[in-house]
């Protein structure tokens, strides 16, 4: 299964819904964040490290239809999944401290 992760990753897009702006957060029928990303990338573990604007222009980049939510050191977002919103989470140098994923 590991994988088949990489190559969902880089599969041409399909059908893809335009989610909206968030807020409001939007799933539609998905329950994953692979559904979430419609044949776009969703997870960025190469980020980890880069500065936040550097790491923003390639997430949109590679996924258009989600809405980066930068979060700074000590705040959190929620756990709902969400389709159309990325938690960037960065640190006190504006590095991305964890992996960003779709959700």
Known sequence: MVGS???IETEPKVNAVAWPSYP???SGFCT???CCAQGNKFRWPNLVGKKE???KAVIQ????LVTIVVLPPG???SNDLCCNRLYL???SNDNVSYVPTVG
């Open 89 to 91: 989470i960065i640190d």
């Open 32 to 34: 994953n964040q692979i």
């Open 5 to 7: 992760f990489a190559s």
């Open 75 to 77: 705040k959190v977002g």
């Open 24 to 26: 409001p957060c939007v």
């Open 53 to 55: 604007k550097d790491a």
């Open 61 to 64: 980049m590679d996924n258009p």
